[in-house]
Structures are given as structure tokens and as C-alpha cells.
């Protein structure tokens, strides 16, 4: 009598050990709940399918692998640089065409009259769709960095040089603009383009 309670004793604390080392686990792979900023949105899949979007604050979920969150900031306005990179901002530091053999491979641009033109760029955009822009394409930010690239030097392989230097920036901003919001709408990216400047050229 005393070995089969043994026995059971064993295994009841065998399965509450079990349990608190489940417990844990999940705690350790991200816990139950989550917390979305005022800033982000939080895209739910439930056994690898899209499930929902959730908003800022405190949610609960399903341990992995049942169910993923992935955060996006769509509430923040993003930019990528073409041409240049900024290092730090406190104090400011770039590296730029200028100094690096990369940045200036990325910057040159030959013009509709054969020119060659160097150009820092500097694209603003925002998420549009949380959604999209998680699953739509493999690398979204590499992928509208590649749009970029190409929008802007179609738009100044159809200018003049004079045009890109002085009266025609404002033309050529908007028409990079459109054109890059054009293919990214395409590629279902899930961006809003908010602006395009042309900074040193």
C-alpha cells in the first residue's frame, strides 16, 4: 500500500514539476500577454495564418508556436538614404559619396544628356498597412530601397543636368515620389511615400 502511494506521490509531483517547467518556458518564449506601443500595431498569426491586427496596449496570446505577434511601427515616420548614411546624430556624422567608395556607386546618376550627376536622397515614408508590408514582400525596407534606386534614376536619365542642378529639383522630387508610390502600390507594399529630397547633388 505504502509503495503504490509512493508511486502516486511521484507522479502527481512529476506532472505539477512538468507544468511549472511549461509555465516557464512559455514566460521565457514571451509569456502570455503582450504590449503594443501608442506607436505600433500588432499583427497576429495563429498557427503560421494571419488571424488579426491589434492596437496599442496590453493583449494576451498563445504560447509560441501557436501563436506569433510581429510589431510594426506605422504611426512613425521612416526615411532611407540613398547616397549618404548617417552615422550618429549627437554629433553629427555621415558618411556620404564624397568619402565612400559604396555611397558613391549608389549615388551616380547619369542624366538624360549623358552627364554624370552624384546624388543624396532622402526618401520619407510611412506604413500604410501592417499587414502588407509584413508579408507581402520577403524585405520590404530593402525592397523600397531598390524602388528608390531605380525610380530616381529614371526620372534623371529623363532630365538634363541643368534640370537636375537647378529649376528642375521640385519636378523631379514629385516625379520620383509618385513613381516610387506607383511600384510600391504594385508590389503591395504597404507604404505610404511621404516625400522625396533631393539633398547634395
Given at each position: 500500500m505504502?509503495?503504490?502511494?509512493?508511486?502516486a506521490?511521484?507522479?502527481?509531483?512529476?506532472?505539477v514539476?512538468l507544468l511549472l517547467?511549461v509555465?516557464?518556458?512559455?514566460?521565457?518564449?514571451?509569456g502570455p500577454f503582450?504590449?503594443?506601443?501608442?506607436?505600433?500595431?500588432?499583427?497576429?498569426?495563429?498557427?503560421?495564418?494571419?488571424?488579426?491586427?491589434e492596437g496599442?496596449?496590453f493583449?494576451?496570446?498563445?504560447?509560441?508556436?501557436?501563436q506569433?505577434?510581429?510589431?510594426?511601427?506605422?504611426?512613425?515616420?521612416?526615411?532611407l538614404?540613398?547616397?549618404?548614411?548617417?552615422?550618429?546624430?549627437?554629433?553629427?556624422?555621415?558618411i556620404?559619396?564624397?568619402?565612400?567608395?559604396?555611397m558613391?556607386?549608389?549615388?551616380?546618376?547619369?542624366t538624360?544628356?549623358?552627364?554624370?550627376?552624384?546624388c543624396?536622397?532622402i526618401v520619407?515614408?510611412?506604413i500604410?498597412?501592417?499587414?502588407?508590408?509584413?508579408?507581402?514582400?520577403?524585405?520590404?525596407?530593402?525592397?523600397l530601397?531598390?524602388?528608390?534606386?531605380?525610380?530616381?534614376?529614371?526620372?534623371?536619365g529623363?532630365n538634363?543636368?541643368?534640370a537636375?542642378?537647378?529649376?528642375?529639383?521640385?519636378e523631379?522630387?514629385?516625379?520620383v515620389?509618385?513613381?516610387?508610390?506607383?511600384?510600391?502600390?504594385?508590389?503591395?507594399?504597404?507604404?505610404?511615400?511621404?516625400?522625396?529630397?533631393?539633398m547634395?547633388?
Open positions: 505504502k509503495i503504490v502511494k509512493t508511486n506521490a511521484r507522479a502527481g509531483r512529476f506532472k514539476g517547467l509555465a516557464l518556458l512559455w514566460f521565457i518564449l514571451g503582450y504590449i503594443i506601443g501608442p506607436e505600433e500595431v500588432g499583427v497576429v498569426l495563429t498557427l503560421g495564418k494571419y488571424t488579426s491586427t496599442s496596449g493583449h494576451f496570446k498563445w504560447p509560441w508556436p501557436l506569433v505577434v510581429y510589431k510594426t511601427p506605422v504611426n512613425v515616420i521612416q526615411r538614404e540613398i547616397g549618404f548614411r548617417t552615422l550618429s546624430d549627437n554629433p553629427p556624422s555621415y556620404s559619396f564624397t568619402n565612400d567608395a559604396g558613391l556607386a549608389e549615388a551616380e546618376i547619369l538624360g544628356d549623358e552627364n554624370i550627376v552624384n543624396a536622397v520619407q515614408y510611412r500604410d498597412n501592417a499587414t502588407d508590408y509584413q508579408f507581402n514582400v520577403r524585405n520590404p525596407e530593402g525592397t530601397m531598390d524602388i528608390s534606386e531605380a525610380s530616381l534614376r529614371m526620372v534623371i529623363d538634363a543636368i541643368d537636375v542642378l537647378t529649376i528642375g529639383k521640385l523631379i522630387q514629385n516625379l515620389m509618385d513613381n516610387i508610390q506607383e511600384i510600391a502600390d504594385q508590389y503591395g507594399l504597404g507604404v505610404d511615400i511621404i516625400a522625396v529630397q533631393l547634395d547633388v
